[in-house]
């Protein structure tokens, strides 16, 4: 190898110059490039896995919720079918209905 002493006061030549800058923008390139990776490596999965189990156990929930109100609509269809006392029980409080010649008292709390 070959070792050659530069002074300042020599003027480097324009290929020289030319090398030095693009050393630079390759360095800062890279640095560009570097900074992403190490932030995708670093970034913790375990927060995104622990938000996306705690929206799972609440859909679970809603679910859970939506499963009872269907059952319990179910048997109300069912009631609706086949009992007839279920109908008057149902148009006498909810409709206020009365059968004819019959008087209803109704209480109402405050």
Not at 66 to 94: F, G, I, P, Q, S
Request: charged share 35%.
């Amino acid at each position: 190898m070959n070792y050659r002493e530069v002074r300042a006061s020599e003027p480097q030549k324009s290929w020289e110059i030319w090398m030095r800058a693009l050393l630079k923008l390759a360095r800062f390139v890279l640095l560009l490039l570097v900074v992403p990776v190490v932030y995708v490596l670093c970034d913790n999965p375990m927060d995104e896995q622990l938000a996306m189990r705690t929206k799972l156990e609440q859909l679970k929930e809603q679910r859970d919720a939506l499963k009872a109100d269907r059952d319990k609509l179910l048997r109300r269809m069912e009631w609706v079918k086949n009992d007839n006392a279920y109908l008057e029980t149902a148009a006498r409080d909810r409709l206020h209905l009365q059968k004819e010649g019959e008087y209803v008292l109704r209480f109402e709390e405050e």
